[in-house]
């Protein structure tokens, strides 16, 4: 049985392959980069089997509940939510590879690391929080308003899991490994999360009056002023969620990245681009502090022959000569005065030195 397993079953062949230490994965990368691989690689192949076991579901139980589900399958925000997830995961994992391949700055590479962030921004976090908390609090209340008990003949437990708590534990781990402290394109996201909340409204009122029923029991049970109430609801939630992606991000990976062009996101691309950028701000800064370092040296430099100048006040001949040989007349007065200021307190902490010892 050992040795059908390990040669017949893809998903241990893979898990191994990435898995197992690999010398030559880590010389190119850190750890990181590799675990980001393997954790985007195991979600795509488990949402590509549930899609498949979702899609081969029987559902010839003569009842009402199992033939709306059966029409109107398409229509519901669980299956809209788990396509716009595998969609983010096949980006993701594009991405990874062409980081493996150090072709993520190309031209390609940028577009679909935007894709990729704009998608998890503007869909995949929102509305898969609103997934998962109305349909666990809707179904803990009363499960006949969301997943009636009927279903249970044709869904399994572990399947209803899979599309309902499963997707919160893919958005929280990519949350962890990933920084977007802020909206990667705010409009973009925007116009996608208002495109699908409209959108969807559209359609489950649509199935109600033109279909003759509610796609969701929930909906059933109130009248119409609570149903616009908890249309507000749904909308304002959504948009909460899409804010809270971002303060809960500035939590977690409180050190924001170095370099400018990746601090949008926060998601390193490369360590040579990150200390390229770095070398540039400490030569800024070493630039700066020259400039102090020389303007210290000369203000040094005259204020030592300012010193010598009064220090020779006895002796006009031996002034004049210093007060030329710093090229500053002996008869500026306002520049006399700020001298004698500096200096006059040298001079009396010579004397007094002197008087000391």
């Known amino acids: 049985m050992d040795v059908l397993w390990k040669e017949n079953n893809i998903f241990y062949n893979i ?3 990435l898995i197992t230490e690999n010398e030559k994965l880590f010389d ?30 029987n559902m010839d139980i003569d009842h009402v509940e199992i033939r709306k589900l059966k029409k109107f399958r398409v229509a519901y925000l669980t299956g809209w939510n788990f396509s716009f997830q595998t969609v983010f995961l096949g980006l993701a994992l594009l991405h990874d590879v062409l980081r493996w391949l150090d072709k993520h700055d190309s031209k390609i590479g940028k577009k679909i690391k935007y ?11 929102p509305f898969t929080c609103f997934v998962t908390g109305m349909f666990w609090c809707v179904y803990l209340i009363d499960r006949e308003l969301v997943f009636p008990q009927v279903y249970d003949q044709i869904v399994p437990w572990w399947l209803n899991h899979c599309v309902h708590t499963n997707i919160f534990i893919v958005i929280t781990i990519e949350t962890l490994l990933t920084r977007r402290r802020q909206p990667t394109d705010v409009k973009v996201e925007r116009c996608m999360w208002v495109f699908v909340s409209v959108f969807y409204a559209v359609v489950y009122y649509s199935v109600y009056f033109f279909g003759g029923c509610w796609l969701y029991g929930v909906f059933g049970v109130m009248n119409w002023w609570q149903v616009c109430l908890y249309q507000a609801c749904i909308w304002g939630s959504t948009w909460v969620f899409y804010n809270l992606n971002f303060f809960v991000n500035k939590m977690i990976h409180k050190v924001g990245d170095v370099t400018p062009k990746t601090s949008i996101n926060g998601d390193p691309e490369s360590r040579e681009t990150t200390f390229q950028n770095a070398s ?31 220090l020779n006040d006895n002796n006009d001949t031996e002034t004049e000569k210093q007060w030329k040989s710093i090229g500053i007349s002996k008869n500026d007065s306002s520049l006399n005065q700020s001298l004698d200021k500096s200096t006059g307190t040298n001079f009396k902490r010579n004397q ?3 008087s000391s010892l």
């Open 352 to 354: 007094f030195e002197k």
């Open 280 to 310: 540039k701000i400490d030569g800024a800064v070493e630039t700066g502090s020259s400039k102090i370092r020389k303007d210290v040296e000369l203000s040094t430099k005259d204020s030592g022959k300012a010193n010598v100048a009064y």
């Open 15 to 17: 898990l191994c392959v």
């Open 28 to 57: 190119r990368s850190d750890a990181r980069l590799y675990w980001k691989t393997v954790y985007h690689m195991f979600l795509i192949l488990h949402h590509c089997y549930v899609a498949n076991i979702g899609a081969g579901l």
């Open 115 to 125: 894709f990729r962030d704009v998608i998890f921004n503007g869909l995949v976090f």
